[in-house]
């Protein structure tokens, strides 16, 4: 398993995670887009907004944005409900769309909750749905395809050897392997940012000389995050030009 640890500052945590926890169960959501798990803890780590979760999965990596030790708003349930402030929240990535890659996400997914289980020496009772704590369908697509066979994914993790903590590999996962931020310098045009890889569509642009993270090229793209010009608020998004990569 690759984990890349992409914490949200203290700066936010009134905002993003202002209790400390004492975990006692996993809520596993969908994603409802097809943004990928470095997108999405950038995403939420990015904008104001209370809502939050603990990492995110998808086909190649898992993300995690808020420490275990505290809570998300993640389950719907209010300020003191126990989905909201026992929980760790789990995002699968892709299941907008669905296909292979949510496919792939899914199996990563599950072996990981495997992996926290080992960990916390829980049973596979602890997994539980977001759909448990509100009145939403979600994860909407796992529930689609069949919980009892999402549960039956992670038994099957259950069962292989248990984890050894003095492999080298198993410590690199336990501990995350953070993965360094970079810095975008653009140059002295405008740069265009694009939804996506493929530069289908517009989103916003970098103004000339202006700095912003970089979380590593991918098909040939920059992804940046970005603050909106006068707000408080971020987006991220691709550029074509990778001489801003610092």
Known sequence: MQITKMLVPQSKYDIKCPYEMEPEFIIVH????????????????????????HCAVDNIRIVQGVMF????????????GKGNRKGISIEICYSKSGGERFDDA?????????????????????????????????????????????????KSYLEDKPIDNENTENENVENGSDEE??????????????????????????D????????????????????????NNYKIGFCKWLGGVK
């Not at 950038?42 to 904008?47: A, K, L, Q, R």
């Not at 899914?106 to 926290?116: F, N, S, T």
């Not at 931020?181 to 970098?206: F, M, P, W």
């Open 30 to 53: 969908n994603s409802y887009n097809d943004a990928s798990a470095m997108a999405e803890v950038s995403y939420m780590i990015g904008n104001n907004n209370k809502t939050s979760f």
């Open 69 to 80: 030790n505290r809570n998300t708003w993640n389950a719907g349930d209010g300020r003191n």
């Open 106 to 154: 899914e199996k990563l997914a599950a072996e990981y909750i495997a992996y926290l289980l080992k960990q916390y020496n829980w049973g596979i009772d602890r997994v539980h749905k977001h759909q448990d704590f509100a009145n939403k369908y979600c994860p909407h697509r796992t529930l689609d395809l069949g919980w009892d066979r999402f549960l039956n994914m992670i």
């Open 181 to 206: 931020v970079k810095r975008y310098q653009n140059g002295s045009t405008t740069e265009v940012v694009y939804a996506d890889t493929a530069c289908t569509k517009r989103i916003g642009s970098l």
């Open 208 to 231: 000339p000389r202006e700095s912003c993270d970089c979380f590593g090229i991918f098909n040939d793209r920059a992804m940046v995050r970005y603050q909106v010009n006068g707000t």
